[in-house]
């Protein structure tokens, strides 16, 4: 017996290297795109909501290009491209519920993206969108200060900033600046701050744009900076990026494509009352 007064909405809380995520079984349809930016600002607000740093609604792809889709949405009700924790997360989730294969294309805003199940490790491995309108060694300017800035798209905006020891940095101002400032208006970017351990280990750290604040972890934001950490000469073209939340994600840059690769978790499923979250 149910405890709500009327229908319920079953969902799953996901989480990828600390980027958590509700995701939502949408093969029926029953939720359409237009409400969704409304769910979305209403189920992740931690504390008074489930909490999440994004949504997933997932269906089966109508179209036949991939055996799913998916719709994303940032905590602010914002609709991103990609993003890559998130899709290695739905990737897990279609697999356990029948939608798809271990190894399948789902659709995404920013193109299909190939992904791959390895059920015995945990991990799930995902292969981005080429990365676009890389661009390096521009100035920034920031406050009082000048930064020396990157770029790179991978499905969604990043800007990579190299620094001796990011534990002392100040994400959450400097992430700010970056995520608001001029050059990239209107849209904004994605502002990953790195240091280079050893060519083959990065330390990250990242201010999600949508989220507003800084995150456990970005899948795309790791791959940029690994396609940034390459082309600048500091890394290899595969290595190993630690998450400020302490996972580690692997990324492999092999010419235009990106494989992002880590672990995926469903943490648990429940069900809620849209009617009781204004829904």
Not at 74 to 91: K, L, P, Q, V
Not at 167 to 185: P, S, T
Request: contains cysteine.
């Amino acid at each position: 017996m149910s405890i709500f007064p009327g229908p319920t909405q079953a969902f799953y809380k996901m989480q990828g290297s600390g980027n958590d995520f509700i995701v939502i079984d949408n093969r029926a349809r029953s939720i359409s795109p237009d409400v969704m930016p409304r769910w979305a600002k209403a189920l992740c607000p931690h504390a008074f909501s489930i909490g999440a740093d994004g949504i997933i609604f997932l269906e089966e792809d109508a179209s036949g290009q991939a055996a799913t889709r998916w719709h994303f949405f940032n905590a602010d009700g914002s609709r991103a491209e990609m993003c890559g924790n998130g899709s290695r997360c739905a990737t897990l989730l279609a697999h356990r519920l029948g939608m798809a294969p271990a190894e399948h294309l789902m659709l995404t805003d920013a193109g299909p993206v190939h992904a791959k199940v390895f059920p015995e490790a945990g991990e799930v491995e995902v292969q981005l969108t080429p990365a676009r309108d890389l661009a390096l060694n521009f100035s920034l300017q920031l406050g009082d200060d000048a930064w020396t800035a990157h770029f790179a798209n991978t499905g969604v905006p990043h800007t990579v900033i190299v620094s001796d020891d990011v534990k002392a940095l100040d994400i959450r101002g400097l992430g700010a600046k970056v995520r608001y400032h001029d050059r990239f208006a209107p849209a904004g970017t994605n502002a990953n701050f790195i240091q280079v351990l050893n060519p083959r280990e990065l330390l990250l750290r990242t201010y999600e744009r949508g989220v507003e604040n800084e995150t456990y972890a970005c899948g795309t934001g790791a791959a940029a900076s690994v396609a940034v950490g390459h082309a600048l000469g500091l890394c290899e073209a595969k290595a190993r990026v630690t998450t400020s939340g302490g996972e580690i994600l692997e990324i492999t840059v092999d010419g235009a494509d990106i494989f992002l690769r880590g672990k995926a978790q469903v943490v648990y499923q429940g069900e809620f009352s849209p009617a009781a979250m204004g829904l």
